[in-house]
Antibody
Framework: QVQLQESGPGLVKPSETLSLTCAVSGYSISSGYYWGWIRQPPGKGLEWIGSIYHSGSTYYNPSLKSRVTISVDTSKNQFSLKLSSVTAADTAVYYC??????????????WGQGTLVTVSS | AIQLTQSPSSLSASVGDRVTITCRASQGISSALAWYQQKPGKAPKLLIYDASSLESGVPSRFSGSGSGTDFTLTISSLQPEDFATYYCQQFNSYPSFGGGTKVEIK
């Protein structure tokens, strides 16, 4: 059974960098597929942030591309998100998920439980 | 950017009702569409992918149809556990989601 678990600080100060990690179990990232990040502001809808392949190839939402970096560590079977220069508008539940396709865009079949990140001083 | 418009944004229905939710894309996306169910405090759950393929383990009362710009999610007989918010998502270009449809108890 594929499982994903997000971890990272729940509180980030404005203008700083949000950093999250997604640990994957039950499936080797090196086996293939893209791995993505999605967020959901409280009480609002879903926004796809970006995805990464085990080779390190990335695909980002153009609206966030200038602030987003997604990286992968196949030795630890995990991938990470960094979002720079955060503001209150970046307050959201952040999810990691598997995109079972061999291209950067795809649907999402396994999701982490999500982690709330609040941007506040 | 491809925009997805879901309708209605909310609906009230009774157990046993047939429910249909629509999703319209701002441009053609072939069959690159998925549907998700989300309950409060939980991650979305994949129901349908490629517009009409049922995800493994999802009850057969859920079905999807459509291609191009117009898509529907149908629940043939609403069950108590189906009261939730439903989202469509396209993956023809970089992924985007519809605004959601909240299905409430009548």
């Amino acid at each position: 059974q594929v499982q994903l678990q997000e971890s990272g600080p729940g509180l980030v100060k404005p203008s700083e960098t949000l950093s999250l990690t997604c640990a994957v179990s039950g499936y080797s990232i090196s086996s293939g597929y893209y791995w993505g990040w999605i967020r959901q502001p409280p009480g609002k809808g879903l926004e796809w942030i970006g995805s990464i392949y085990h080779s390190g190839s990335t695909y980002y939402n153009p609206s966030l591309k200038s602030r987003v970096t997604i990286s992968v560590d196949t030795s630890k079977n995990q991938f990470s998100l960094k979002l720079s220069s955060v503001t209150a508008a970046d307050t959201a539940v952040y999810y990691c998920a598997r995109q079972p396709m061999s291209r950067g865009s795809g649907f999402l079949d396994y999701w982490g439980q999500g982690t709330l990140v609040t941007v506040s001083s | 950017a491809i925009q997805l418009t879901q309708s209605p944004s909310s609906l009230s229905a009774s157990v046993g009702d047939r429910v249909t939710i629509t999703c319209r894309a701002s441009q053609g996306i072939s069959s690159a569409l998925a549907w998700y169910q989300q309950k409060p405090g939980k991650a979305p759950k994949l129901l349908i992918y490629d517009a009409s393929s049922l995800e493994s383990g999802v009850p057969s009362r859920f079905s999807g149809s459509g291609s191009g710009t117009d898509f529907t999610l149908t629940i043939s007989s609403l069950q108590p556990e189906d009261f939730a918010t439903y989202y469509c998502q396209q993956f023809n270009s970089y992924p985007s989601f519809g605004g959601g449809t909240k299905v409430e108890i009548k």
